[in-house]
């Protein structure tokens, strides 16, 4: 009986953490890459991406990227090597998903 239980409850952790991984990388599908150089500046509102005014940005690590105000809008620049993601909120449809990369 204990056998059986074990084997149940590690083929639902198992479960669990499969569909996990798979959520994460289909959020991530949706990401729009941006590679930048320790320094550089992206700026939000001139790629195109987003309708702009933006609002309410939210990044996950501000140890590799910081906001910045651009005279273009918001900026995101490279402060430390790494990956992270940020997003941004527009009046005009839903948030928009950036995976930033430092070099």
Known sequence: MKA??????G???????ASDAKAEDSRLAGAYPVELQVGQVFR???SGN???PVFTPICDDTKIIMLVDTPD???FKGIAPGTTLCSVGSSVGPRRLFRITVH
């Open 4 to 9: 059986i239980i074990t084997v149940v409850v």
């Open 11 to 17: 083929s639902l952790v198992f479960i669990i953490f």
């Open 50 to 52: 987003v309708v702009c």
């Open 73 to 75: 809008g918001l900026g």
């Open 44 to 46: 939000v509102c001139k």
